[in-house]
Nanobody
Framework: QLQLVESGGGLVQPGGSLRLSCVAS????????IGWFRQAPGKEREGVSC????????YYSDSVKGRFTIPRDNAKNTVYLQMNSLKPEDTAVYYC?????????????????WGQGTQVTVSS
């Protein structure tokens, strides 16, 4: 069974950092493009970052560029979302997803497998 599990969410003060983890079971993450998405209450799901399996090319939305990175550890079958300088507007449920066709896109429609999400709350 193919499964993605996110962890690492929580409550953090503005300016703080969190590292989210996305662990795959049942398949090898290195063969898939991986994306991180978020959805805040009342808002549409947003593509935050993605990383290509073929060449490691990364994408970041304008709202997180310069603050977030998306390292992957193939030995651990894990992709991370390192989030620094967090802002209250980063508050959302964060999801990781895998694209088996490697389209290197931040569009959620292209992703086949999704985790259950992890809550990130940025508040003082």
């Amino acid at each position: 069974q193919l499964q993605l599990v996110e962890s690492g969410g929580g409550l953090v003060q503005p300016g703080g950092s969190l590292r989210l983890s996305c662990v795959a079971s049942g398949f090898i993450l290195d063969y898939y493009d991986i994306g991180w998405f978020r959805q805040a209450p009342g808002k549409e799901r947003e593509g935050v970052s993605c990383i290509s399996s073929s060449d490691g090319h990364t994408y970041y939305s304008d709202s997180v560029k310069g603050r977030f990175t998306i390292p992957r550890d193939n030995a651990k079958n894990t992709v991370y979302l390192q989030m620094n300088s967090l802002k209250p507007e980063d508050t959302a449920v964060y999801y990781c997803a895998a694209d088996s066709l490697q389209r290197n896109s931040p569009e959620s429609m292209y992703y086949d497998y999704w985790g259950q999400g992890t809550q990130v709350t940025v508040s003082s």
